[in-house]
């Protein structure tokens, strides 16, 4: 077997990228929620607030540190594996991830210390104000890197000159076609991952009878919020979807499994698609549904993977697979939802041990979501980074040789290895440490501490 | 059309120079914290850096990124010919970054972890320096791309940047030491400051020798007439702050060993500008060649001149929250 430095490098990228959204996917919600926590406490001044904010800051600042180090590989991975995409994208593509870092990673960066470490030495509405500005940063991040994978997705404002592409108009690069779907569907998702998290927490310490308070609070408010972000996001869904209709039809053919332009399309529940007889083997359909739910009309013509040249089609097993693990995955957070909210008008929604063990159940459901989205979304638009105009194949780096990437694809799966399951253990066992009843108070007004300060502040640097 | 490469090469320039300094202390307080004798010092030396690593990292991504920005066809011809040690430093930077709280929350596996930071600093120090080692001997390009092996940077010349660049962040490591601590802790920090002081000093002498003799554009830029009149004070500069920073290690100031380690740098960086001016892939493009059309440029310029100089406010203030030396009950404890 020959190793290709493409195959690998493309395995590289789904590593250290499938690795890196989930954390992302819990450290953009878990900020605005530390946010609002301390803001809560800001204006109420009611302890309470402060323990389960301390508490979330302690595992955001594990996943935050993991997330930094895996994000600083992301850009470097299209130096060094995918040269000629950088070559031909850097004009474009370069000053979002560059405003990304301006707006986004020194604003997180600076107040990170501030906010894990500055409790005691400044004032209270400075620790809010730097809870308010990561939890910004995250967003921040995340509106200018979905931006760039959105640009990639459906490419618009720009010019191609000697096969390199040039800026014409930054409006359309940046608000392009996708991109306000896949910002609200993605932000959306992040926040309702957090939430499943919040409420796993929650529904385990009030069945251990631990924190019983403060769990109550995070169950109670949890369970809210996922009540209107759930529906909101299965709405969002459909929008993003019509949208991949509209503007990357072959796409969506890959995740529809479908072969044939036609109107009157079925839903295919379940089929192995089978790329080289141009067929689905062992299909479930369910006759109009397909043109009804894509299309929003019983009429309505639904792409086929016939329309595009052999070359040009994503493999559709995957994205197929993908989309429908995600589909599932947010019925069920819909159901759940759904019975939290049933319990809530029943006055049970403490005390309902099955309910508080499907919510520990459920706990990482989000994270297998947002992967299958993004492996849907990712894999759906192949064979192209830039879609329609720039083929994967002609993205890598040239000078790479099989062994080179097989060697660097082996240490990001080690470090990987060791690092996220050791994170993942922290993490859990910081999470069953609970909430100590005192926590770290804030200090005097005037923000200096008030115990003695041990050096004199002429020898700061 | 207003040309941008002049004040972008000073923004990037700059950019790489804050990443140099600032990571630079942090990776080298993470060098020196595997001499430290006992497990109290090695907590204050890493709650010394543990609130403000994290913004000296977000440095590198946008020394990456602004060189993708700026000069993408560099960036494109650069990064695959330091494929190896741009994955091996990543990777060491995963190790030490993660180690900062798995460290202090996972009191079975610490001293694990504790390597895991001492090593990943150094790791990632020495693959830096491999990376300015071949960025200064230049790689084989044809048309747009790099066109050698990826082992290509892997040269004697190369690992001796390297261990410069080790030496020369454990000085900046001391330097940061000696003003946020005190007593035994200090006492370490001005010990292995002096010998890695050293280590610069010859490490860096023989790179200076050898990158002339090596390359004779070099050569001619800093020896001949009248260059050679124009440039000297670098190297006068430099042996002064040598001199300076010898005295200061040996002496009672807090911080003129940080001072003057930070102005041996600026020195260093300098001098490397000038033997490469104004090329950005050496012997093969300029910083011209490799620059990204005006409209990219201008349009990443207008944020940035506006935000750069809020980050280095704002990053200035959370230095002064955490001003002082390094108190036990602040950080991990």
Same mark, same amino acid.
């Given at each position: 077997m020959t190793l290709d430095p493409l195959l690998l490098s493309r395995l590289q990228f789904f590593w250290v990228i499938a690795f890196h959204i989930i954390l992302p996917a819990f450290t953009v919600g878990i900020a605005s929620y530390i946010a609002l926590l301390e803001g809560i406490y800001f204006a109420s001044g009611r302890e309470i607030y402060l323990r389960i904010s301390a508490f979330w800051t302690r595992i955001f600042a594990i996943a935050f540190g993991m997330g930094v180090v895996s994000g600083v590989v992301m850009p470097f991975q299209f130096g060094t594996n995918w040269s000629r995409f950088s070559d031909a994208t850097a004009n474009i593509i370069s000053p979002l991830l560059g405003y990304e870092g301006l707006t986004a990673f020194f604003l997180e960066a600076a107040f990170l210390g501030v906010l894990l470490f500055g409790r005691k030495l400044v004032?209270?509405?400075?620790?809010?104000?730097?809870?308010?500005?990561?939890?910004?940063?995250?967003?921040?991040?995340?509106?200018?890197?979905?931006?760039?994978?959105?640009?990639?997705?459906?490419?618009?404002?720009?010019?191609?000159?000697?096969?390199?592409?040039?800026?014409?108009?930054?409006?359309?690069?940046?608000?392009?076609?996708?991109?306000?779907?896949?910002?609200?569907?993605?932000?959306?998702? +992040?926040?309702?991952?957090?939430?499943? *998290?919040?409420?796993?927490?929650?529904?385990? +310490? !009030?069945?251990?009878?631990?924190? *019983?308070?403060?769990?109550?609070?995070?169950?109670?408010?949890?369970?809210? !919020?996922?009540?209107?972000?759930?529906?909101?996001?299965?709405?969002?869904?459909?929008?993003?979807?019509?949208?991949?209709? #509209?503007?990357?039809?072959? #796409?969506?053919?890959?995740?529809?499994?479908?072969?044939?332009?036609?109107?009157?399309?079925?839903?295919?529940?379940?089929?192995?698609?089978?790329?080289?007889?141009?067929?689905?083997?062992?299909?479930?359909?369910?006759?109009?549904?397909?043109?009804?739910?894509?299309?929003?009309?019983?009429?309505?013509?639904?792409?086929?993977? #016939?329309?595009?040249?052999?070359?040009?089609?994503?493999?559709?097993?995957?994205?197929?697979?993908?989309?429908?693990?995600?589909?599932?995955?947010?019925? *069920?957070?819909?159901?759940?939802?759904?019975?939290? !909210?049933?319990?809530?008008?029943?006055?049970?929604?403490?005390?309902?041990?099955?309910?508080?063990?499907?919510?520990?159940?459920?706990?990482?459901?989000?994270?297998?979501?947002?992967i299958a989205g993004w492996t849907t979304t990712e894999v759906g638009r192949q064979p192209w980074t830039v879609y329609g105009l720039m083929r994967t194949a002609d993205s890598v780096t040239p000078s790479l040789t099989g062994l080179d990437v097989a060697i660097s694809l082996a240490g990001y799966m080690i470090v990987y290895l060791v690092m996220f399951p050791s994170g993942f253990i922290l993490i859990r066992s910081v999470m069953r440490k609970g909430m100590p009843a005192e926590a770290e108070k804030a200090p005097v007004e005037g923000g200096r501490p008030s115990a003695p300060v041990v050096a004199p502040p002429e020898a700061a640097p | 059309m207003i040309d941008f490469v002049p004040l972008w090469t000073l923004i990037l320039g700059l950019g790489v120079f804050f990443y140099v300094l600032l990571d630079g202390f942090d990776l080298g307080c993470g060098i020196l914290y595997g001499f430290a004798p006992d497990t109290a010092s090695r907590n204050l030396i890493m709650n010394s850096i543990a609130p403000i690593w994290d913004g000296n990292e977000t440095w590198l991504v946008l020394g990456g990124v602004g060189l993708m920005a700026a000069f993408p066809l560099a960036f494109a011809i650069i990064m695959p010919a330091v494929y190896f040690p741009i994955l091996v430093m990543l990777l060491a930077l995963v190790f030490r970054g993660v180690a900062f709280e798995f460290r202090f929350r996972d009191a079975e596996r610490r001293t694990f972890w504790d390597h895991g930071f001492h090593y990943g600093s150094l790791v990632a120090t020495f693959a830096q320096g491999i990376v300015l080692g071949a960025f200064i001997q230049g790689f084989t390009v044809e048309g747009r791309h790099f066109a050698g092996s990826s082992?290509?940077?892997?040269?004697?010349?190369? %690992?001796?940047? $390297?261990? &410069?660049?080790?030496?020369? /962040?454990?000085?900046? $490591?001391?330097?940061?030491?000696?003003?946020?601590?005190?007593?035994?802790? =200090?006492?370490?920090?001005?010990? /292995? $400051?002096? @010998?890695?002081?050293? $280590?610069?000093?010859?490490?860096?002498?023989?790179?200076?020798? @050898?990158?002339? %003799?090596?390359?004779?554009?070099? &050569?001619?830029?800093?020896?001949?007439?009248?260059?050679? /009149?124009?440039?000297?004070?670098?190297?006068?500069?430099t042996a002064v702050l040598a001199v300076?920073?010898?005295?200061?290690?040996?002496?009672?100031?807090?911080?003129?060993?940080?001072?003057?380690?930070?102005?041996?740098?600026?020195?260093? /960086?300098?001098?490397? &500008?000038?033997? %490469?001016?104004?090329?950005?892939?050496?012997?093969?493009?300029?910083?011209?060649?490799?620059?990204?059309?005006?409209?990219? =440029? &201008?349009? %990443?310029l207008v944020g940035t001149l506006f935000l750069l100089p809020v980050i280095l406010m704002y990053t200035a203030w959370s230095y002064w929250v955490f001003r002082g030396k390094v108190r036990s009950d602040i950080g991990y404890h």
């Open positions: 004032p209270r509405w400075a620790h809010f104000f730097a809870a308010v500005m990561v939890a910004g940063g995250t967003l921040f991040s995340s509106f200018w890197i979905l931006a760039t994978n959105s640009w990639m997705q459906t490419p618009a404002g720009y010019t191609i000159k000697d096969g390199r592409f040039f800026p014409a108009d930054w409006f359309a690069i940046i608000f392009n076609p996708s991109f306000p779907y896949r910002l609200a569907h993605t932000v959306t998702g +992040f926040y309702i991952t957090t939430g499943f *998290v919040v409420l796993a927490a929650a529904a385990w +310490f !009030l069945r251990k009878q631990r924190c *019983v308070e403060e769990a109550r609070i995070m169950l109670s408010t949890t369970a809210w !919020l996922l009540t209107m972000l759930v529906p909101l996001q299965i709405a969002l869904g459909d929008l993003h979807g019509l949208n991949t209709l #509209k503007y990357q039809p072959a #796409k969506l053919a890959a995740i529809e499994a479908h072969w044939n332009r036609e109107a009157h399309a079925p839903l295919t529940l379940f089929a192995i698609p089978d790329m080289t007889n141009e067929t689905n083997r062992y299909a479930i359909e369910v006759p109009e549904l397909g043109s009804l739910i894509l299309t929003h009309s019983a009429g309505g013509v639904v792409p086929g993977l #016939k329309d595009y040249p052999r070359d040009q089609r994503a493999p559709a097993i995957v994205p197929f697979f993908a989309f429908r693990i995600m589909v599932g995955l947010g019925l *069920v957070m819909l159901g759940v939802a759904l019975l939290g !909210l049933w319990l809530r008008i029943r006055k049970r929604l403490y005390d309902s041990d099955w309910f508080l063990r499907l919510c520990t159940f459920t706990g990482p459901i989000g994270f297998l979501a947002v | 082992f290509d940077c892997f040269t004697p010349f190369s %690992l001796l940047t $390297g261990l &410069a660049l080790v030496c020369g /962040y454990a000085l900046l $490591g001391a330097g940061w030491l000696i003003v946020k601590t005190e007593g035994a802790l =200090q006492a370490m920090a001005r010990r /292995y $400051g002096r @010998w890695f002081f050293l $280590g610069t000093l010859v490490s860096v002498g023989i790179v200076s020798i @050898w990158t002339p %003799l090596m390359d004779v554009d070099i &050569a001619h830029r800093w020896f001949l007439t009248p260059n050679i /009149y124009f440039l000297s004070p670098v190297p006068v500069i300076v920073e010898w005295r200061a290690l040996n002496g009672r100031s807090e911080i003129l060993p940080f001072a003057a380690a930070m102005g041996l740098f600026a020195m260093s /960086y300098l001098g490397i &500008a000038i033997s %490469l001016w104004p090329m950005i892939v050496p012997h093969h493009f300029t910083l011209w060649q490799a620059a990204s059309s005006p409209d990219t =440029q &201008a349009f %990443l």
